[in-house]
């Protein structure tokens, strides 16, 4: 069973920057897929973006431009860092991991607000 865990979430003004880590624990083996979700107050769950073993990405287009995806596979760890942070973006963040395109496990999130 694979266990994530998130960190570096908090409160950042509009236009600045945080970086959210996850780190994936219970695994010899390297997780295919990795990535991060995030659900805002009163909306569902949607994607941010998402990285394979061997590097290839996804992004929503909110996140374009804005947020990169890094991880290391020695660790089982992935990164975001999110750049010109908007009000909007102001969700709890999910670290998220799968043996395949299906998600299998959840981190409990991380909260990121954007307020001045």
């Known amino acids: 069973q694979v266990q994530l865990v998130e960190s570096g979430g908090g409160l950042a003004q509009p236009g600045g920057s945080l970086r959210l880590s996850c780190v994936g624990s219970g695994s010899a083996n390297v997780i295919y897929l990795m990535g991060w979700y995030r659900q805002a107050p009163g909306k569902e769950r949607e994607l941010v973006a998402l990285i394979s073993s061997g590097g290839t990405t996804t992004y929503a287009d909110s996140a374009k431009g804005r947020f990169i995806i890094s991880r290391d596979n020695s660790k089982n760890s992935v990164d975001l860092q999110m750049t010109n942070l908007k009000p909007e973006d102001t969700a709890v963040y999910y670290c998220?991991?799968?043996?395949?395109?299906?998600?299998?496990?959840w981190g409990k999130g991380t909260l990121v607000t954007v307020s001045s």
């Open positions: 998220s991991a799968g043996w395949s395109v299906v998600m299998d496990y």
